[in-house]
T-cell receptor, first 112, second 117 residues
Framework: TQLLEQSPQFLSIQEGENLTVYCNSS?????LQWYRQEPGEGPVLLVT?????EVKKLKRLTFQFGDARKDSSLHITAAQPGDTGLYLC????????????FGKGTHLIIQP | ETGVTQTPRHLVMGMTNKKSLKCEQH?????MYWYKQSAKKPLELMFV???????ENNSVPSRFSPECPNSSHLFLHLHTLQPEDSALYLC????????????????FGEGSRLTVL
């Protein structure tokens, strides 16, 4: 069974601070996605990374896929209250109709 | 309407009740999924349908019964549930099946919050 470990589980910081959350596995994934889920809503895709070492930027969010395609990080610069939510990473093993493997998520709270 | 719609948003049921969750997608997608989201656990894939055919059943107890009458609708029939089945049940759709290296995106509904008493 492939597992994705996300850390930290919970993070509460002040508006304007920077932060990084991590998604790690001992397994290789053909691609990895990050979703954000706000209270009372379903997860929404933020980004998909495919190539080892790939870096993608989405405004103040920077996503990186590890060289070995086993891990990923999400860095937020100058966090804002609107960034509050549950951040989920999901990996595609590429091996069959297993859907995606999800991590438990990082609960992020940005305090004004 | 657009996107993925789930009803009801909230459901409270006793262990002897029979109820159903409904999901409808207006995106023209070919694949639909049921996920279970519990506190402190990863999203658990329950059922996968592609072109109305079930392609995955991850050892889900028989008290959960899916139905996919067409590519736009997905149901989850519930009967004799247990309190530990209380969770958020998320429906999702995708253009093609994900998990096969095609980097597809899952589009989720808002979920049905189920409480079993």
């Amino acid at each position: 069974t492939q597992l994705l470990e996300q850390s930290p589980q919970f993070l509460s910081i002040q508006e304007g601070e920077n932060l990084t959350v991590y998604c790690n596995s001992s397994s290789v994934f053909s691609s990895l996605q990050w979703y954000r889920q706000e209270p009372g809503e379903g997860p929404v895709l933020l980004v998909t990374v495919v190539t080892g070492g790939e870096v993608k930027k989405l405004k103040r969010l920077t996503f990186q896929f590890g060289d070995a395609r086993k891990d990923s990080s999400l860095h937020i610069t100058a966090a804002q209250p609107g960034d509050t939510g549950l951040y989920l990473c999901a990996g595609d093993s590429g091996g069959g109709a297993d859907g995606l493997t999800f991590g438990k998520g990082t609960h992020l709270i940005i305090q004004p | 309407e657009t996107g993925v719609t789930q009803t009801p948003r909230h459901l409270v049921m006793g262990m002897t009740n029979k109820k159903s969750l409904k999901c409808e997608q207006h995106l023209g997608h070919n694949a639909m999924y049921w996920y279970k989201q519990s506190a402190k656990k990863p999203l658990e894939l329950m059922f996968v349908y592609s072109l109305e055919e079930r392609v995955e059943n991850n050892s889900v107890p028989s008290r959960f019964s899916p139905e996919c009458p067409n590519s736009s609708h997905l149901f989850l029939h519930l009967h004799t549930l247990q309190p530990e089945d209380s969770a958020l049940y998320l429906c999702a759709s995708s253009h093609e099946l994900v998990g096969q290296g095609n980097t597809g995106e899952l589009f989720f509904g808002e979920g049905s919050r189920l409480t079993v008493l």
